[in-house]
């Protein structure tokens, strides 16, 4: 597969319960593949639309919690109950950014 992200990517394995911006209090599991400081990839079960926006609690290696919005930029079907997923981060402060890259950096400097 061609790498399409901007930032370095680390395998994050977690699962997580997302929630659409615009529907009434649905939400959705999702198993997280890996992260960057930019994005994420994930599998889900269920189908989601391109451009949709959720919020999420992503709990990254060192255990914090980030609170993160992402929208949805690219799906993939992998069978006929689950997609993979790429998804960039909006408006997700530097500080947690920054959290997620120095954790790279100390990870490949071991």
């Known amino acids: 597969m061609e790498e399409r992200r ?9 699962s997580l319960i997302i929630k659409r911006l615009d529907q009434s209090d649905e939400q959705i599991g999702i198993e997280i593949l890996d992260v960057s400081k ?6 889900c ?22 609170h993160a919005f992402f929208e949805i930029r ?14 960039i981060f909006i408006g997700m402060p530097e500080m947690d950014a920054a959290r997620i890259e120095v954790y790279q950096t100390v990870e490949e400097h071991k």
């Not at 919020?55 to 919690?65: A, C, G, P, Q, R």
């Open 45 to 66: 079960d269920q189908r989601l639309m391109i451009g949709s926006v959720y919020e999420s609690y992503l709990t990254i290696w060192t255990k914090e919690v980030l």
């Open 74 to 87: 690219r799906i993939e079907k992998i069978d006929e109950d689950s997609y993979n997923y790429g998804a």
């Open 6 to 14: 901007k930032s370095k990517r680390s395998e994050l394995k977690s």
């Open 38 to 43: 930019t994005g994420v990839g994930f599998n």
